[in-house]
């Protein structure tokens, strides 16, 4: 028995498009239908199962974009590719906002048409193959080494495994130190990619012209200092999975080549005129509210919506406060093995001193103080004395956590040394992290401790 063509409705009000469309599509092996407006669309899809649509989005009668909303409604699994003559940035967010797939411009090159539409058709596969093998995917769902058995981990991996064998880009929001890299990495072990690369890259960490570089690599010569060509991290990741972290850090110009990469799917190196095609699926991670970034103009509305096909949040510690004490006995067990100490467990005084705090810094600073702990700790059990320097940052507890670990005496310039090298420490490294908590610059900082380097 021969497999079942794919079902495709063009909807367009240009007649002569519609008959090259036919006719092209049916060389393809696809079954074709047509109509001439939304309106008729709509009513198509009520009484047939389509596998795709391909809509212009201006028509005289019913608009494509008027039309998207109520396709999308009646059912939402039917991918709708939009083609528009006009390809201003305010046609194709509506378009991707109401639920498309994708859009292209016209006139149509039919070798992206023709990808598009395979892509989208996958995509839709592999989120029904999904949908039928929910109940055992719990069973082969590999979490990663993350660690929590609280409603909110549930809930957050539950949504990994229906996301992670699709080929979705992933937003991952998050307060800083909450594990988001874990969950991307979650994410790409349990895709199809699974065997490809996962490559990560810090946007943050680098300043703009390097990152540029980082991401799209560069030929030999392109700038100073650039000896040899170089592959970039797209390149790296193809067929693979690509991890953006802070990515609301990159400038307006980056966010530019970026969508152009996630639209087109190639790049070229810093410094070449080669086009170079790749196939990778971007996940990306941010502690800041992107639709306030949005907003405020600092970050690209159609950047943000390429990005946010899912969006996944990771819940703070103090919203899964149950899972502490799992958490602290596997750091515990980690950083007694590496320091070669016999340490046990926590005394029932410092597991309540550990589930009372508000961990400002998240999953992470809980790591540090566990680790700091064991260092200093001589008994079989860890007790409240070896947790009492836990550092607490620019929290809310800033006052007391300096009254009780800067001795008296000291200069201000000492306490102000000794307030930074904390906080950078509370953000595990992350020098941009840091510098938010601390209210200055980043270049502010990187003076500081240049500085402080200097005077070892």
Not at 262 to 271: A, D, N, S
Request: aromatic share 6%; glycine share 6%; proline share 4%.
């Amino acid at each position: 028995m021969e497999p079942r063509k794919p079902y495709i409705l063009i909807v367009d009000d240009d007649s002569a498009h519609r008959v090259m469309l036919r006719t092209l599509l049916t060389g393809w092996g696809y079954d074709v239908d047509e109509a001439d407006d939304g309106s008729t669309a709509i009513q198509k899809v009520v009484e047939k199962p389509f596998d795709l649509i391909l809509m212009d989005i201006r028509m005289i009668k019913l608009s494509g974009l008027q039309a998207l909303p109520e396709i999308k409604a009646f059912n939402p699994a039917i991918p709708v590719i939009i083609m528009t003559a006009y390809s201003s940035v305010e046609t194709a967010v509506k378009a991707l906002k109401s639920g498309a797939y994708d859009y292209l411009r016209k006139p149509l090159d039919f070798d992206e048409l023709r990808l598009t539409m395979e892509r989208a058709m996958d995509h839709t596969h592999l989120r029904e193959e999904n949908r039928r093998l929910r109940e055992t995917l719990g069973n082969r769902f590999d979490r990663r080494t993350i660690i929590g058995r609280s409603e909110a981990v549930e809930k957050l991996l539950e949504t990994v495994a229906q996301v992670a064998p699709t080929e979705a880009t992933v937003l991952i929001l998050g307060e800083s130190g909450t594990g988001k890299e874990m969950i991307a990495g979650a994410i790409h072990a349990n895709s199809p990619r699974r065997d490809g690369p996962f490559v990560k890259i810090n946007c943050a960490a680098i300043t703009e012209s390097l990152l540029e570089s980082e991401l799209f690599g560069h030929e030999k010569g392109a700038f100073t200092g650039a000896y040899k060509r170089k592959e970039g991290k797209f390149q790296l990741a193809h067929q693979g999975s690509l991890f953006l972290d802070e990515v609301s850090e990159m400038s307006p110009a980056m966010q530019v080549k970026l969508l152009r990469v996630l639209q087109e799917r190639e790049f070229t190196r810093v410094g070449g005129e080669e086009a170079i095609n790749v196939d990778v699926r971007v996940i990306s991670a941010t502690n800041k509210d992107l639709l306030e970034q949005v907003g405020a103009g600092r970050f690209r509305e159609d950047l943000f919506y390429r990005l946010n096909v899912v969006t996944l949040l990771v819940p703070s510690l103090r919203e899964r406060k149950e899972d502490i004490p799992l958490l602290a006995q596997h750091f515990l067990t980690i950083f007694a093995e590496k320091n070669h100490k016999m340490i046990k467990g926590f005394t029932p005084q410092a597991m309540d001193l550990l589930l009372r705090h508000r961990w400002p810094g998240n999953v992470r600073e809980l790591m540090n103080a566990v680790e700091r702990g064991v260092v200093l700790a001589h008994a079989p059990y860890l007790d409240t004395p070896n947790l009492t320097l836990i550092p607490e940052g620019l929290s809310a507890d800033k006052k007391v956590a300096l009254e009780e670990s800067v001795p008296g005496g000291l200069s201000l310039e000492k306490v102000e040394k000794k307030t930074i090298l904390s906080t950078l420490q509370a953000s595990g490294g992350n020098k941009s992290e840091a510098a938010r908590k601390l209210g200055i610059t980043r270049k502010t900082l990187l003076s500081k401790l240049r500085k402080y380097k200097e005077g070892e």
